[in-house]
């Protein structure tokens, strides 16, 4: 469903602990936004999820919380991409939302006045590129996919950008 997306896993500062929830970061100011730096924003544009995943406390991981059962989440994921394959049936060299070329995301991602409003401004606020903006619409086409949704809400669009965390400015600052 999510094609090809690139799959990168960094720490964000030389230390390893930058917005760690129980370590300090030991590393001299500047560091961390030097060491963020080197990740150059056209390899950042070709990367559609990234977030940021910090440690998760003990008290969290053995409490006894009743999530979503993964059987249910399976489910989800095998009918959205049933309806992507449904999209794409009469494209052979295109199955998933990440596949899209410009023509087709100008078809089956359309947004309505206040998802248009929400993506204008975070493009920018953020300062987003173009490739970032065709990411975006691709990732909220596939969370609408995941909520059984024919149309791109704010909310799929609201979703998608946050998981732009390496493109907020000032991040890692």
């Given at each position: 469903m999510f094609?090809?997306?690139?799959?990168?896993?960094?720490?964000?500062?030389?230390?390893?602990f930058y917005n760690h929830p129980e370590k300090e970061c030991t590393c001299a100011?500047?560091?961390?936004?030097?060491?963020?730096?080197?990740?150059?924003g056209p390899l950042l544009d070709r990367i559609d999820l990234q977030v940021e995943v910090t440690p998760v406390p003990f008290s969290e991981l053995s409490a006894q919380k009743n999530g979503e059962p993964?059987?249910?989440?399976?489910?989800?994921?095998?009918?959205?991409?049933?309806?992507?394959m449904e999209r794409?049936?009469?494209?052979?060299?295109?199955?998933?939302?990440?596949?899209?070329?410009?023509?087709?995301?100008?078809?089956?991602?359309?947004?309505?006045?206040?998802g248009q409003t929400l993506l204008k401004t975070a493009m920018n606020k953020l300062n987003l590129s173009a490739r970032a903006y065709d990411r975006i619409l691709k990732?909220?086409?596939?969370?609408?996919d995941l909520a059984g949704s024919e149309c791109i809400l704010q909310e799929h669009v609201a979703e998608a950008i946050t998981y732009r965390n390496l493109d907020r400015e000032g991040w890692g600052a």
């Amino acid at each position: 469903m999510f094609g090809s997306i690139g799959k990168k896993a960094t720490h964000l500062c030389p230390c390893g602990f930058y917005n760690h929830p129980e370590k300090e970061c030991t590393c001299a100011p500047g560091a961390v936004h030097k060491y963020l730096n080197k990740i150059s924003g056209p390899l950042l544009d070709r990367i559609d999820l990234q977030v940021e995943v910090t440690p998760v406390p003990f008290s969290e991981l053995s409490a006894q919380k009743n999530g979503e059962p993964s059987a249910a989440i399976r489910e989800r994921v095998i009918q959205a991409r049933a309806i992507q394959m449904e999209r794409y049936k009469n494209n052979t060299a295109v199955y998933c939302n990440a596949q899209m070329n410009s023509r087709q995301l100008k078809e089956v991602c359309v947004l309505n006045m206040a998802g248009q409003t929400l993506l204008k401004t975070a493009m920018n606020k953020l300062n987003l590129s173009a490739r970032a903006y065709d990411r975006i619409l691709k990732v909220s086409r596939t969370i609408a996919d995941l909520a059984g949704s024919e149309c791109i809400l704010q909310e799929h669009v609201a979703e998608a950008i946050t998981y732009r965390n390496l493109d907020r400015e000032g991040w890692g600052a």
